[in-house]
């Protein structure tokens, strides 16, 4: 019998309760070995609950207790998960987590205190929910040179997108219905302003060059300024429009990441990506483009991804699981120098000045949307050569064009 315990109780933490509960006897099976919850640390009580027996308020009850080999953190935020986190692996336990903010600021130094002390440290659930996204990259993809990853990594964000696109509401509507069916949180920021997808992206982006991508250095926008007229004209052209998280490694090693709301042709495969689901598409060099899908956030799937951590924890007792990501910072880029075709929207009176400065650069004006603005497709521009050319414009709208053929 296999003994494993949970930091915190909330909406994840039971969720593994009830995955270990449900599929215990399958679990069992495929590890060789039945899997027990010990312990469930948390502040409050929870009478009445399946694992009421279970719960203590004391952390050191765990990491005292040799019986635990492993630990899923399912707390959230940086403190006291990261205190917490760290005393079990300094005990030789694995820790299997849920929790991007705590990977993202710390991941290396708790990688490092994990191989140290002949442990692991676990972070499946931490990007894209249920999709399994970090094994692959670790093992799957390691004979591959990630050049790209392209991820759709927000629940909240694309289910409101989708409605936009499918219902033709403005923002402040579909954010409204996201928060009545619990998608989105009385506060949305993280969410619509990409800072959730920024800190996945990260994580991703530090694996994909081995080293940290500081999170603070993913340029972020979110989705609050897009409108209904912005898809308008991605219908016109055939296109939608999805927050990308984006890692792109050039020829010299460096690793840019960005998070933005981009137009897609339809065809992409990231295009037909719906509702509260989560994509991940990753090129390499020399296997090409392959796409990772599936529920993306939600207490069952996420909790279903720590227990397969925590299934490769126990198989890999006494030894590290290796995960190539060393406490230096990458060689970072600026996504304002990435090429890309741009859509801009002006209104009648700006579009004399918008020719005039993109006077050298053929343009695909986008005609019968709105008959009082002009949208315009660009040619293959960086954004910084872009801004310098139409500094004086007037815009309505600039968002980045990813997946065309000419890029």
């Known amino acids: 019998m296999k003994k494993i315990a949970i930091y915190g109780y909330g909406n994840i933490g039971n969720g593994v309760a009830q995955v270990i509960e449900k599929n215990g006897e399958i679990i069992g099976k495929r590890l060789g070995e039945p899997v027990e919850i010990k312990y469930v640390l948390d502040l409050r009580d929870f009478p009445g609950d399946f694992m009421e027996s279970k719960v203590v308020h004391d952390v050191d009850t765990i990491v005292r207790d040799r019986e635990i080999e492993v630990v899923c953190e399912t707390m959230g935020g940086v403190e006291p998960a990261f205190t917490f986190t760290k005393k079990a692996l300094e005990a030789g336990k694995s820790v299997c987590t849920s929790n991007k903010e705590l990977v993202a600021a710390k991941g290396p130094e708790l990688l490092r205190i994990a191989k140290e002390h002949s442990c692991s440290y676990l972070f499946e659930a931490s990007v894209g929910g249920g999709i399994p996204i970090i094994r692959p990259m670790n093992s799957s993809l390691v004979p591959e040179e990630i050049?790209?990853?392209?991820?759709?990594?927000?629940?909240?964000?694309?289910?409101?997108?989708?409605?936009?696109?499918?219902?033709?509401?403005?923002?402040?509507?579909?954010?409204?219905?996201?928060?009545?069916?619990?998608?989105?949180?009385?506060?949305?920021?993280?969410?619509?302003?990409?800072?959730?997808?920024?800190?996945?992206?990260?994580?991703?982006?530090?694996?994909?060059?081995?080293?940290?991508?500081?999170?603070?250095?993913?340029?972020?926008?979110?989705?609050?300024?897009?409108?209904?007229?912005?898809?308008?004209?991605?219908?016109?052209?055939?296109?939608?429009?999805?927050?990308?998280?984006?890692?792109?490694?050039?020829?010299?090693?460096?690793?840019?990441?960005?998070?933005?709301?981009?137009?897609?042709?339809?065809?992409?495969?990231?295009a037909g990506v719906e509702g509260v689901m989560n994509a991940v598409?990753?090129?390499?060099?020399?296997?090409?483009?392959?796409?990772?899908?599936?529920?993306?956030?939600?207490?069952?799937?996420?909790?279903?991804?720590?227990?397969?951590?925590?299934?490769?924890?126990?198989?890999?007792?006494?030894?590290?699981?290796?995960?190539?990501?060393?406490?230096?910072?990458?060689?970072?880029?600026?996504?304002?120098?990435?090429?890309?075709?741009?859509?801009?929207?002006?209104?009648?009176?700006?579009?004399?000045?918008?020719?005039?400065?993109?006077?050298?650069?053929?343009?695909?004006?986008?005609?019968?949307?709105?008959?009082?603005?002009?949208?315009?497709?660009?040619?293959?521009?960086?954004?910084?050569?872009?801004?310098?050319?139409?500094?004086?414009?007037?815009f309505k709208s600039v968002l980045r064009v990813e997946g065309l053929k000419q890029q």
């Open 281 to 394: 598409y990753v090129q390499g060099n020399l296997l090409g483009d392959t796409m990772y899908y599936g529920a993306g956030a939600g207490k069952l799937p996420t909790a279903s991804a720590v227990v397969s951590d925590v299934v490769e924890a126990l198989r890999s007792k006494n030894r590290t699981i290796p995960v190539v990501w060393e406490d230096s910072e990458a060689m970072t880029g600026d996504p304002a120098e990435l090429p890309a075709a741009f859509f801009l929207r002006v209104p009648h009176a700006s579009y004399r000045d918008l020719r005039r400065a993109l006077r050298e650069m053929d343009l695909v004006e986008i005609p019968g949307v709105l008959t009082e603005e002009v949208g315009v497709l660009t040619e293959t521009v960086s954004q910084n050569e872009l801004k310098n050319k139409v500094k004086d414009v007037i």
């Open 147 to 270: 050049r790209s990853i392209t991820g759709i990594l927000n629940g909240t964000t694309n289910f409101m997108l989708t409605r936009m696109a499918k219902d033709g509401a403005d923002y402040e509507q579909v954010l409204a219905k996201a928060q009545e069916l619990g998608y989105a949180e009385r506060n949305p920021e993280a969410d619509v302003e990409g800072k959730d997808a920024a800190r996945k992206i990260a994580i991703l982006a530090s694996l994909m060059a081995g080293k940290t991508y500081p999170y603070e250095k993913v340029m972020t926008k979110g989705i609050t300024r897009i409108t209904a007229q912005d898809f308008a004209y991605a219908k016109a052209l055939g296109m939608q429009i999805r927050l990308l998280a984006n890692a792109r490694r050039n020829e010299q090693g460096e690793v840019t990441a960005f998070v933005e709301p981009c137009m897609l042709p339809s065809e992409h495969p990231l």
